[in-house]
């Protein structure tokens, strides 16, 4: 099977690639066209993921497919944008037809759920890895944006933490799988869903937002760096899922949540008086800390003392 004879089959072919809503042209030409209304802004986001990096080898493809489109659409949600549609930059050592139908069967599950289409990409040969672009859109001057946070605002997240990461020496298989605790987490490690709703609510609302995707303190940090503030977490506000306390404990749990990553949740600082609308219209907002004066993240035990954390998140290139 030729690279044209592929894309034909697998990507042009797929239910996530039929134009409509803002794609005016999707796969087939040398670009894709996009219509944005008037008054409107893109966003734009990339992510690559690497074969023994971002995923184990002979990982299961469906999965993989899900997780690759929800990892880069959960961008868009951290922006507070409507999702349009992506593109795939796929590379393949060879032509599977059983991976490839699979891959697609996942990414077109993750697509109908977030109301994306696959709007073009590229094919080649090599080691397996993958970029996806994400196109979404948003009224001009309404992202959420990681630099607004002001002294005062809560500190809030959209769920659970620590799930993906309690989930991970169970994808490496280090650990039994075979419990319903286990695979709860394993559900969310491969098809994490991006809180494109909560994101969008939160638009004119939050002061600051991103999808944690690096840990929880690193990802803070973020927010705090490009706001100029400080930010307090009150360890004993963050919200666990009973599945990770069961199989990892307490301590590993406080662990994977502050430093873990691959969560997909939003972060994001918020007005007091922001609060009680959100939670009157039954979105998960979980205050975990609040926004002061000064700078760096601070982990406060329940005596309002500083602890110490010694691994504060993902970083590829840190030695
Ligand atoms: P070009 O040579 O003009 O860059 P290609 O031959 O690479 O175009 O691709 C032909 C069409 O197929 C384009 O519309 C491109 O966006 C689309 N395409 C290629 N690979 C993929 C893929 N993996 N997923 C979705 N669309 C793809
Ligand atoms: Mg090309």
Not at 15 to 42: F, H, K, S, Y
Not at 216 to 227: E, K, Q, T
């Amino acid at each position: 099977m030729g690279e044209f004879e592929l894309i034909r089959q697998y990507f042009a072919a797929a239910a996530c690639a039929r134009a409509g809503g803002d794609v005016v042209l999707g796969i087939g030409d040398d670009c894709a066209l996009l219509a944005v209304p008037p008054g409107e802004q893109l966003a734009i986001s990339t992510d690559s993921l690497t074969v023994g990096v971002h995923f184990p080898d002979r990982c299961d493809p469906y999965l993989l497919g899900q997780r690759a489109l929800a990892v880069s659409t959960s961008d868009l949600a951290g922006m507070g944008a409507t999702p349009i549609g992506f593109t795939l930059a796929l590379t393949l050592p060879s032509v599977d037809p059983d991976w490839l139908a699979e891959f697609t069967r996942g990414l077109e599950t993750m697509a109908a759920g977030c109301a994306m289409r696959l709007i073009g990409g590229d094919t080649t040969r090599g080691p397996l890895s993958m970029t996806l672009t994400v196109f979404g859109r948003l009224p001009a001057g309404a992202a959420l944006l990681r630099s607004g946070a002001r002294p005062g605002d809560l500190l809030c997240v959209g769920g659970a933490l620590g799930d993906a990461a309690g989930a991970l020496p169970i994808v490496l298989g280090e650990r039994p799988a075979d419990s319903a605790q286990a695979s709860a987490l394993l559900r969310r490690y491969w098809s994490p869903q991006p809180q494109l709703a909560l994101g969008q609510a939160l638009r004119g609302r939050a002061t600051a937002a991103l999808d944690i995707s690096d840990g929880l303190l690193a990802d803070c940090a973020h927010i705090a760096g490009a706001s100029g503030v400080a930010l307090q977490i009150e360890q004993a506000r963050l919200p666990f899922s009973d599945a990770l306390l069961a199989v990892a404990g307490a301590e590993r749990a406080l662990q994977h949540a502050l430093a873990g990553g691959d969560d997909y949740l939003l972060a994001f600082t918020l007005p007091s008086a922001e609060l009680p609308s959100l939670l009157d219209e039954g979105w998960p907002v979980h205050v975990i800390g609040r926004v002061s004066a000064g700078d760096g993240v601070q982990l406060l035990d329940s005596n309002g003392s500083a602890v110490t954390v010694s691994h504060r998140g993902f970083n590829h290139f840190k030695t």
